[in-house]
C-alpha cells in the first residue's frame, strides 16, 4: 500500500560526454553548448553541460522504476535550475535521483516530488509528475 511519504527507490548515474553524444543524436540536439568545450566557456558556462531533457529523462527513470510501466506516469514537468557539468573523463558527472509521494487521491493517482541533485546541488526544480498507481 502506498502511503504520504513513501521514498521511491534511489537511483545514482553517470552521465559521460559519450552519453551526450549519443543523447545528441537521439534527440537531433547539436547545440555546441553540449560537446564543444571552448564554445560553452565562450557563453559563459564552467564547461560542456548536459542536456536539460536528459536530465529530465533520467530523473523520470526514478518514477518508471518504482510504477513498472510509463504509461502509469500522467503528468511530468521540472524547472532548470542549474547545469549538470560533465567533465571530458570516463567517470563523467554524477546525478543522484530519487522521488517522494507527496499526496495519495481518491482516483487511484499520486502526486511525487522528485529530486535531481549534481554536486550536493539541486538541478531541477518543482520537479512532480501524477502517477497512476499500480
Do not use: C
Not at 495519495?104 to 554536486?119: C, R
Amino acid at each position: 500500500m502506498t502511503a504520504v511519504g513513501d521514498e521511491l527507490p534511489s537511483l545514482t548515474v553517470h552521465v559521460t560526454r559519450k552519453d551526450l553524444v549519443r543523447y545528441a543524436g537521439a534527440a537531433l540536439d547539436f547545440n555546441p553548448i553540449h560537446w564543444n568545450e571552448p564554445f560553452a566557456k565562450e557563453v559563459g558556462l564552467p564547461n560542456v553541460i548536459a542536456h536539460g531533457m536528459l536530465t529530465m529523462a533520467l530523473a523520470g527513470r526514478v518514477l518508471t522504476d518504482w510504477t513498472g510501466d510509463p504509461g502509469n506516469i500522467l503528468e511530468y514537468y521540472v524547472r532548470f535550475t542549474r547545469p549538470v557539468v560533465v567533465p571530458n573523463d570516463d567517470k563523467g558527472a554524477t546525478v543522484e535521483l530519487s522521488g517522494k509521494v507527496r499526496e495519495i487521491n481518491e482516483d487511484g493517482t499520486a502526486k511525487v516530488d522528485i529530486t535531481a541533485k549534481f554536486e550536493g546541488k539541486t538541478v531541477l526544480g518543482k520537479a512532480q509528475a501524477v502517477l497512476r498507481l499500480p
